[in-house]
């Protein structure tokens, strides 16, 4: 593998759009600009955090093992030592060991709650809101 060059925030900011759109996530800088049209959240959630550090957002969305497989084929650097955020969790966080609450979301509670709410919903809407005239 070769040595990921270095950048600085300032740097990163410059690539804030559909041109060219860095992320940072976990002090590592990631260019997703060919994968913008491929991203299953839609460009617009790239392009929002176009930038800047995206390690909340990404952390957020609780992304599956695939998905941090599929970082490193973006991957083209690293924040500068003096500015990064997440110093002394790099090696515990990184984005290629995915943290327990990330992979329980994928697992069958990131499907079964939003079921229960959408059943929830259609029973409320059948029988409160719209029952029918017998």
Do not use: C
């Not at 390690?55 to 650097?77: I, N, P, Q, W």
Request: without cysteine; aromatic residues 8%.
């Amino acid at each position: 593998m070769t040595e990921l060059k270095s950048f600085k925030l300032q740097e990163v900011k410059e690539h804030n759009d559909s041109k060219s759109t860095y992320l940072v996530i976990y002090d590592k800088v990631y260019d997703v600009t060919k994968f913008l049209e491929e991203h299953p959240g839609g460009e617009e959630v790239l392009l929002e955090q176009a930038g800047g550090d995206a390690t909340d957002a990404f952390e957020d969305v609780g992304h599956s093992t695939d998905a941090r497989e599929l970082m490193k084929d973006y991957l083209v650097g690293e924040i500068v030592e003096s500015e990064r955020k997440n110093k002394e969790n790099q090696e515990k966080t990184s984005p290629s060991a995915p943290t327990s609450s990330s992979v329980s979301s994928s697992g069958w509670s990131g499907w079964l709650i939003p079921l229960g709410i959408a059943i929830a919903a259609a029973l409320v809407y059948r029988f409160i809101i719209s029952p029918s005239s017998v």
